[in-house]
């Protein structure tokens, strides 16, 4: 059976971090994601990465900010997020797959989200 387990969400101070991380098992996958949705809102793309070049992708508003990278293990990835901001305030799932995609429906696996609140 496959699962995505994510942890390292919380509470944190504007300004400060957290690094979130997705660990994947019963399979291996090329590609994961991160995604998040505030209360409200639609889910939005957060950060893409392909796991045999490395390369990334981010929305924009967390370029400089956030870092997706690989583990040793080749079902781990993390999430790097610095100089948190009140509107980064989310549910974070991460996302499995086999493209290099920042839409959500290229994904096949998601896990169930890490609470991310960021207070002013």
């Known amino acids: 059976q496959v699962q995505l387990v994510e942890s390292g969400g919380g509470l944190v101070q504007a300004g400060g971090s957290l690094r979130l991380s997705c660990t994947a098992s019963?399979?291996?996958?090329?590609?994961y994601a991160w995604f998040r949705q505030a209360p409200g809102k639609e889910r939005e793309f957060v950060a893409t990465?392909?796991?045999?070049?490395?390369?990334?992708d981010y929305v924009d508003s967390v370029k400089g900010r956030f870092t997706l990278s690989r583990g040793n293990a080749k079902n781990t990835v993390y999430l790097q997020m610095n100089s948190l901001k009140p509107e980064d305030t989310a549910v974070y799932s991460c996302?499995?797959?086999?493209?290099?995609?920042?839409?959500?429906?290229?994904?096949?696996?998601w896990g169930q989200g890490t609470q991310v609140t960021v207070s002013s």
């Open positions: 996302a499995a797959g086999f493209v290099f995609s920042t839409r959500g429906q290229d994904y096949y696996y």
């Open positions: 019963g399979r291996t996958f090329g590609n």
């Open positions: 990465i392909t796991w045999t070049s490395g390369s990334t």
